[in-house]
């Protein structure tokens, strides 16, 4: 079970992550 908490964290961070390269992508498409 702990590892995977563990697991699930660093996937929640890497969404997060992955939520904040692609809005900065969909802004520098829509100012194109």
Known sequence: ???TRI???EV???I???GVETTL???QTLNM
């Open 1 to 3: 079970i702990a590892v």
């Open 7 to 9: 697991q699930f964290y």
């Open 12 to 14: 929640k961070r890497m």
């Open 16 to 18: 997060r992550g992955l």
């Open 25 to 27: 992508t969909y802004s």
